[in-house]
């Protein structure tokens, strides 16, 4: 158990649609990492907070949003959905601001019909 | 353009056989990291390495960060059913202010 919680694990939804994932990362951490996971891409990082902050950016789509709250648990917010942001989604988190993670949640695997 | 490349990308060997995959990258790294990855679960860290020519071992599985810092190696000794799984590096480069994971090798043993 990596003592990252995501929710929900899976979820379905259709094309136009919104969706917010959540995370609560590992007791103790700062940092928290959203990563997309597709067969044709790998894992893409998307963005990173360090104790509420933005720490660093990468191919996140102007559709898609973040943040993290003040008890360090954070959200990803998918907007004006496409067929082709099916995928996994992770979270992850570290104890420092680092471009690492160390722990990562399970995962919510994201279906649009 | 991948940052990253691993070999090979698929490896299926038998139990009690040893194996080395590959992570090859141009760009010099501050710091690589090995994880594995099981179906259904998120990746799970190994092992960190910061210098170049660096050798950590974790019980079978032993890594080695080149000298110039620019790729490394997992070699797995003797290979059970329970090492399977999809093993995934990731490399931070300082001076692109970026870090990138590699596609992975996913690896079989079959027992």
């Known amino acids: 158990d990596s003592g990252v919680t995501q929710t929900p694990k899976h979820l379905i939804t259709a094309t136009g649609q919104r969706v917010t994932l959540r995370c609560s990362p590992r007791s103790g951490d700062l940092s928290v990492y959203w990563y997309q996971q597709s067969l044709d891409q790998g894992l893409q990082f998307l963005i990173q907070?360090?104790?509420?902050?933005?720490?660093a950016k990468g191919n996140i789509l102007e559709r898609f949003s973040a943040q993290q709250f003040p008890d360090l648990h954070s959200e990803l917010n998918l907007s004006s959905l496409e067929l082709g942001d099916s995928a996994l989604y992770f979270c992850?988190?570290?104890?420092?601001?680092?471009?690492?993670?160390?722990?990562f949640g399970d995962g919510t695997r994201l279906s649009i019909l | 353009t991948q940052l990253l490349e691993q070999s090979p990308q698929f490896l299926s060997i038998q139990e009690g056989e040893n194996l080395t995959v590959y992570c090859n990258s141009s760009?010099?790294?501050?710091?690589l990291q090995w994880y594995r990855q099981e179906p259904g679960e998120g990746p799970v860290l190994l092992v960190t390495?910061?210098?170049?020519?660096e050798v950590k071992k974790l019980k079978r599985l032993t890594f080695q960060f080149g000298d110039a810092r620019k790729d490394s190696s997992l070699h797995i000794t003797a290979a059970q059913p329970g090492d399977t799984g999809l093993y995934l590096c990731a490399g931070d480069d300082t001076n692109a202010g970026k870090s990138t994971f590699g596609d992975g090798t996913t690896l079989t043993v079959k027992p």
């Open positions: 992850a988190s570290s104890s420092t601001g680092g471009r690492q993670p160390q722990h």
């Open positions: 390495v910061v210098t170049g020519g």
């Open positions: 760009s010099v790294f501050s710091s």
């Open positions: 907070y360090y104790n509420g902050e933005e720490r």
